[in-house]
């Protein structure tokens, strides 16, 4: 089965500054997807940026970007510029690719504090 | 833009109570699911649903749940007798091929 992993429960970063949430999978195959989505105090679900592990190129969402390591297992979100209205729960998510509907697998989460 | 839709917002029921959350999903959507978040902890699957039948499910989604969708648009998850520990947020999403699942705003589920 495959697990995902937030080793940084809490962070914080200055408005305007740059700051780097992290994530690793655990999986045996091949093709799948990786995702970033945002909870706000509201709690609802918003996805923030979406990676295929066939591409090479890391994706880019405006001041989202992430850092795809395949071979590391590894898919860290940066966050550019940080706003006030970036403070939130992070979580990373794992979706096989091996059929259309296969469930999401989220890690624990990240809270962001955004410090104005 | 087309979203998700999750009615109520909230609701509180009694132990031992049925309820029944609903969810709308995105028109064009083919794929369903539900999951669930217990306060503080993360983000857990419990059904998928397509054509019309469970897809897949977890260990959580025992014989107190089941889901279906009556008329071809809204997307129900009942809980029988419903436990406190059936207390969480609960997640509506859909997705169409291999996209990303776009979610509700969620149920807040308050058993007393």
């Known amino acids: ?116 | 833009e087309p979203e998700v839709t999750q009615t109520p917002s909230h609701q509180v029921t009694q132990m031992g109570q049925e309820v029944i959350l609903r969810c709308v999903p995105i028109s064009n959507h083919l794929y369903f699911y539900w999951y669930r978040q217990i306060l503080g902890q993360k983000v857990e699957f419990l059904v998928s649903f397509y054509n019309n039948e469970i897809s897949e499910k977890s260990e959580i989604f025992d014989d107190q749940f089941s889901v279906e969708r009556p008329d071809g648009s809204n997307f129900t998850l009942k809980i029988r007798s419903t436990k406190l520990e059936d207390s969480a947020m609960y997640f509506c999403a859909s997705q169409t091929g291999f996209t990303e699942a776009f979610f509700g705003q969620g149920t807040r589920l308050t058993v007393v």
């Open chain 1, 1 to 116: 089965a495959q697990t995902v992993t937030q080793s940084q429960p809490e962070m914080s970063v200055q408005e305007a500054e740059t700051v780097t949430l992290s994530c690793t999978y655990d999986t045996s195959e091949s093709d799948y997807y990786l995702f970033w989505y945002k909870q706000p105090p509201s709690r609802q679900m918003i996805l923030v940026i979406r990676q295929e592990a066939y591409k090479q190129q890391n994706a880019t969402e405006n001041r989202f970007s992430v850092n795809f390591q395949k071979a590391a297992k590894s898919f860290s979100l940066k966050i550019s510029d940080s706003q006030l209205g970036d403070a939130a729960m992070y979580f990373c998510a794992y979706r096989s690719a091996m059929k259309r509907n296969t469930p999401l697998v989220f890690g624990k989460g990240t809270r962001l504090s955004v410090i104005a």
